[in-house]
T-cell receptor
Framework: DVKVTQSSRYLVKRTGEKVFLECVQD?????MFWYRQDPGLGLRLIYF???????EKGDIPEGYSVSREKKERFSLILESASTNQTSMYLC????????????FGSGTRLTVV | GQQLNQSPQSMFIQEGEDVSMNCTSS?????WLWYKQDPGEGPVLLIA?????ELTSNGRLTAQFGITRKDSFLNISASIPSDVGIYFC????????????FGTGTRLTVIP
């Protein structure tokens, strides 16, 4: 089975801090994604990447950036964390077309105080 | 913009009852996916649908691809406590990019 690992389950950061959320997948998948999940809003796409050093903006990229230096690792960066970025962050990956469904990590619950 | 509305938003049911939930889109989909998210975990794919009218089962779960291609339904028969979680529908984004657009979710609580 494909494994998508998010490095932290829970994080608490202060307003203004630079925050790194790390995601690693072990099946050589080309495509990786970062979503945030908020009650009543479902999952919203922040950024995605279809290859090393490639990145595309999703629906809500403001306040975030990403890095993909190696195929297996996709990092989400909050340059200056704000309280409205308190959320559950989910990483996912897939090889090929998304019609077959992603594999998700377990999520990182980030609280910005 | 693209929208996927799920209803109901939340459900409280007795163990053993059947459950029905649906997902409606403002646009036509060619693929419908149903995911379940257990508390504290990431979503897991339950069922994938690829053809209008298609009915697919996975154990006690049955999902249908609506014939208008603008909706999909998920049914759970004889619910058990481990059915608790959030159920999401999803489909390929209409922008043409290779990513999924998710619905707002249905939160299911099963009362033993």
């Amino acid at each position: 089975d494909v494994k998508v690992t998010q490095s932290s389950r829970y994080l608490v950061k202060r307003t203004g801090e630079k925050v790194f959320l790390e995601c690693v997948q072990d099946m050589d998948h080309e495509n990786m994604f970062w979503y945030r999940q908020d009650p009543g809003l479902g999952l919203r796409l922040i950024y995605f990447s279809y290859d090393v050093k490639m990145k595309e903006k999703g629906d809500i990229p403001e306040g975030y950036s990403v890095s993909r230096e190696k195929k297996e690792r996709f990092s989400l960066i909050l340059e200056s964390a704000s309280t409205n970025q308190t959320s559950m962050y989910l990483c996912a990956s897939i090889q090929g077309q998304v019609d077959y469904g992603y594999t998700f990590g377990s999520g990182t619950r980030l609280t910005v105080v | 913009g693209q929208q996927l509305n799920q209803s109901p938003q939340s459900m409280f049911i007795q163990e053993g009852e059947d459950v029905s939930m649906n997902c409606t889109s403002s646009s036509i989909f060619n693929t419908w996916l149903w995911y379940k998210q257990d508390p504290g975990e990431g979503p897991v794919l339950l069922i994938a649908l690829y053809k209008a009218g298609e009915l697919t089962s996975n154990g006690r779960l049955t999902a249908q691809f609506g014939i208008t291609r603008k909706d999909s339904f998920l049914n759970i028969s004889a619910s058990i406590p481990s059915d608790v979680g959030i159920y999401f529908c999803a489909g390929p984004t209409l922008t043409g990019a290779n990513n999924l657009f998710f619905g707002t979710g249905t939160r299911l609580t099963v009362i033993p």
